[in-house]
């Protein structure tokens, strides 16, 4: 059965770049059906979603987030990463991995990995 | 973007009761519109999926209807392990971005 792990440090710096890794198991995340995504949720946000990966080539991000953001993967290690770049106090969030169903909506999720930006 | 607006914010309920949540979307989604539960603690499970369709292993209990703009999420009798927070979600065609409601608390009464 597909399980999808988050982890990354839990505290990072104003300023700095936050790095998550995403580890799939009991299942390919090469396969050519599977899209990923992520999604943080806070208290005054809710769930908002950060990006999707479509094969591993096409990649979209929320524009909210002004371009500090970068998902990548690699195949051989079945994993996911998110890269937020110049985090600040708003980036404070439990962050998810999930997978896509249908390519419209996310029906596997990891537990969520909290994430506090302070210095 | 398709902004969700999801009412009211707390239904309480007593278990057995009827759970009517609603989700309203600023333009039209088609069927295009999913639901999720969440519990503390837990990431969102995904409960039904183009407006009305069950996802694995979802008791029967949870319904969904709806199109273009205005959707609804149907407990028809609450069960304890029902009591939880559920949100709506869409995806905007192209380019492709997701969104999700504010969520509706469904509390013990």
């Known amino acids: 059965q597909l399980q999808l792990q988050e982890s990354g440090p839990r505290l990072v710096k104003p300023s700095e770049t936050l790095s998550l890794t995403c580890t799939v198991s009991?299942?390919?995340?090469?396969?050519?059906?599977?899209?990923w995504g992520w999604i943080r949720q806070t208290p005054g946000k809710g769930l908002e979603w950060i990006g999707s990966?479509?094969?591993?080539?096409?990649?979209y991000y929320n524009p909210s987030l002004k371009g500090r953001v970068t998902l990548s993967v690699d195949t051989s290690k079945n994993q996911l990463y998110l890269k937020l770049r110049s985090v600040t106090a708003a980036d404070t969030a439990v962050y998810f991995c999930a997978r896509h169903f249908l390519i419209k909506y996310f029906d596997l999720w990891g537990r969520g990995t909290p994430v506090t930006v302070s210095s | 973007e398709i902004v969700l607006t999801q009412s009211p914010a707390t239904l309480s309920l007593s278990p057995g009761e009827r759970a009517t949540l609603s989700c309203r979307a600023s333009?039209?989604?088609?069927?295009?519109l999913a639901w999720f539960q969440q519990k503390p603690g837990q990431a969102p499970r995904l409960l039904i999926y183009?407006?009305?369709s069950r996802a694995t292993g979802i008791p029967a209990r949870f319904s969904g209807s709806g199109t273009g703009t205005d959707f609804t999420l149907t407990i028809s009798s609450l069960e304890p392990e029902d009591f939880a927070i559920y949100y709506c979600?869409?995806?905007?065609?192209?380019?492709?971005?997701?969104?999700f409601g504010q969520g509706t608390k469904v509390e013990i009464k």
């Open positions: 333009q039209s989604l088609s069927r295009d």
């Open positions: 990966m479509y094969y591993a080539e096409s990649t």
């Open positions: 009991g299942g390919s995340i090469s396969s050519a059906n599977y899209y």
């Open positions: 183009d407006s009305s």
């Open positions: 979600q869409q995806r905007s065609d192209w380019p492709p971005r997701y969104s």
